[in-house]
């Protein structure tokens, strides 16, 4: 079952869709390699609370993380196969996590002496390293790499007075990142996503624009070479730059596996423990991406689920097929998962996923391994980015500051921005929200103030609340039962009848009809108008300018005839549209896939473009007013209709 996306975003970026593009992150945003400061600001008011303050705890409790704790560098760091020898690659790696340890611990706390301390191990290791050495080196350099820019990047950008920033700068680039970057296509595939993890943090550290797009395409060739799908054929991928290029090289890769199914991993029939690795660095990877503005989730997210959800159930006792290994899998999956199932299920709602949420949940706080750290604490629950709200800039007290606002602990909350990344305490709105029921932001009165809306857990009800300025808001008012806190139904479709009030429109989770209510002002809507039934509950309308002429349309795929309908708004405030007209058949209703282009020819006009669920063909339509679109113009075809 499919649920909620964050619904500011009522379309997919076009590049998620088309040929791979470098990643467009003109402008590094700091911190933000793997937690950001808002993200962090979210854990710092929720310590008290579970799953946080455990996680709190037990890192407090860690010998990484004492303020007595020593490095201890050296200048070459040699590790064999397997850590053996092991000179210096031991204390690598924890001096790496004691860093990023100390520097979660200072801004949590606001305690300089943490920050003091990481700055102490990670001068220590830039004054003599140059490099590593043996067989497990480029492993070890991902390991170490990941947590120290986690680490540099978090107290360069928090905390003033570290005078050595350059210089640990400097052999992040000279030292880490030259081997990072090569990759390593012939090897396990946990080590190049690892490496590939280690990349990008340190990319994002050192503003290297031309780094950070290497490490994406790394990550975009590795993830189906990593993670099977059925619509792959009926042989995974092989790794960009790899010498595995028969069937029989790819089946040996994949440790003799014949069968193939969706979730299947290249290291499943290796061990679980490596697996899980592969899975939490493709995760990291692309959570540091979307800190910067690049959507990785939207490849990744049907490979991940499916990897997540495969993998638990058998951890958790499953019955390992015939087919599968042998019969026989090496367990011990770990604690790898929290940071993509935070992404996947309470940012982009999916609740399709019953075995992974139990090995989460069952193994909170997430420990320490590696290149993996403290991440219950980190990314449980976490609404930053993705889901802390429909509008990307709410301002529901009119002070021309952003605001923010989540539902993710089950209470409906706003943080009002008072502007340097700082949030006034946090205002309750209500309470009994699911943690994925996603609020939308709008003006849905006019005054020029953000309103919220949402839907109620138990009563399925939808409610709206007023913006009345420094963060309150009227006593919400409910527009009638029987929507679905669970799907991404709930949209603001901006003044769809062009009477400067934001409107809303939701497919009924039991009548499966598309309705608008038309924004009146003083928080009131009109009655809900049917445009017609027959829509899964999870069928993501869009909404734009499809003819030119400044009132919004509405555009949906219908549930069972997988038919392309299109309506034209009439204005007039009453939220009128003209008759559907039909697009063919063949278009997925249970995918994002349906997209509001913008006007990619510069006449005036939005287009519409999709991927076909059953050619995979990547297909535009010009818009030409009146509701009317030119011939389908293919793009290119062989794209999955939820890639």
């Known amino acids: 079952m499919r649920l909620a996306r964050p619904l500011a975003v009522t379309m997919l970026v076009a590049a998620a869709l088309a040929v791979p ?52 560098p050296r200048a070459v760091v040699e590790c064999g196969p397997v850590s053996n020898p092991d000179y210096g690659c031991s204390d690598e790696r924890k001096d790496a996590m004691a860093a990023y340890a100390h ?65 640990f700068a400097g052999k992040l680039r000279t030292v880490y990142l030259p081997t990072l970057i090569a990759g390593r296509p012939n090897n396990n595939g946990n080590w190049e996503l690892i490496m590939t993890d280690a990349a990008i943090g340190i990319a994002v550290h050192l503003d290297d624009r031309a780094s950070f797009d290497r490490a994406i395409t790394t ?53 679980f423990w490596h697996t899980g690795w592969g899975i939490a660095a493709i995760s990291h990877v692309a ?64 609740d399709d996923m019953p075995y992974a949420k139990q090995w ?51 209470t409906l909350t706003v943080w009002n921005g008072k502007g340097g990344n ?14 994925f029921s996603r609020p939308i932001a709008g003006d849905f009165n006019g005054d020029g103030i953000s309103d919220l809306a949402a839907v109620k857990k138990d009563s399925h009800t939808l409610h709206v609340w007023n913006g009345q300025g420094t963060n309150d808001f009227t006593s919400a008012i409910e527009l009638g039962p029987g929507w679905n806190p669970y799907e991404d139904t709930l949209m603001s479709l901006g003044d769809v009848n062009k009477d400067g009030k934001t409107d809303i429109g939701a497919v009924h989770s039991e009548t499966g009809t598309l309705t608008v209510w038309n924004g009146k002002g003083g928080n009131q809507f009109g009655p809900g108008d049917a445009i017609g039934p027959g829509w899964a509950a999870f069928s993501r309308p869009i909404a734009g300018d499809f003819n030119g ?46 997209m509001s282009l913008g006007d990619v020819n510069k006449d005036g006009k939005t287009d519409i473009g999709a991927v076909h669920s059953e050619t995979g063909t990547l297909t535009v339509w ?22």
């Open 422 to 435: 700082q949030f006034g305490p946090a205002t309750a709105i209500d309470s009994g929200w699911t943690a």
């Open 287 to 350: 959570e540091t991406a979307r800190l910067q503005g690049v959507d990785l989730y939207a490849t990744a997210k049907h490979r991940l689920r499916r990897a997540m959800d495969f993998h638990a159930k058998l951890e958790l006792g499953g019955t390992v097929p015939s087919w599968l290994c042998g019969g026989k899998v090496s367990k011990g999956l770990g604690d790898h998962f929290e940071v993509g199932y935070n992404a996947l299920h309470h940012r982009l709602g999916y």
């Open 549 to 594: 002429d400044g009132i919004g349309d509405l555009a949906a795929v219908k549930k069972d005839s997988h038919a392309l309908h299109i309506w034209n708004g009439q204005g007039g405030g009453a939220n009128n549209f003209a008759r559907a007209i039909e697009l063919g058949p063949g278009w997925n209703p249970y995918e994002d896939t349906l």
């Open 103 to 167: 520097a979660l611990q200072w801004y949590l706390t606001k305690d300089s002496r943490y920050a003091v301390k990481a700055i102490q191990i990670m001068d220590a290791w830039s004054a003599v390293i140059t490099k590593h050495t043996g067989d497990n080196a480029p492993l070890q350099t991902g390991w170490a790499g990941a947590n120290f820019s986690r680490a540099a990047e978090l107290i360069k950008h928090t905390y003033t007075g570290w005078t050595q920033a350059g210089r």
């Open 219 to 271: 990550w975009r060739g590795r993830l189906p070479a990593y993670i099977y799908l059925k619509t792959d054929g009926s042989l995974p991928k092989a790794p960009p730059g790899s010498t595995y290029n028969t069937k029989e090289e790819i089946i040996k890769y994949w440790k003799g596996q014949t069968t193939f199914v969706d979730g299947l991993t290249q290291e499943t029939c290796r061990d």
């Open 360 to 410: 989460v949940e069952q193994n909170r706080p997430a420990g320490v391994s590696h290149f993996l750290g403290w991440e219950t604490l980190t990314h449980a629950k976490n609404p930053h980015y993705a889901g802390m709200g429909a509008s990307a800039t709410p301002d529901f007290n009119d002070d021309g500051v952003g605001d923010l606002f989540s539902a993710a602990t089950g």
């Open 622 to 643: 010009n818009g030409k007013g009146g509701n009317q679109f030119g011939p389908a113009a293919a793009i290119s075809s062989g794209w999955t209709p939820y890639f």
């Open 21 to 72: 593009q470098p990643a467009q992150a003109a402008v590094f945003k700091h911190p933000g390699v793997l937690v950001s400061r808002a993200q962090l600001d979210f854990v710092r008011a929720n310590l008290g609370n579970e799953p946080w303050k455990s996680a709190w705890e037990a890192l407090q409790r860690n010998s990484l993380a004492q303020l007595s704790y020593t490095a201890k």
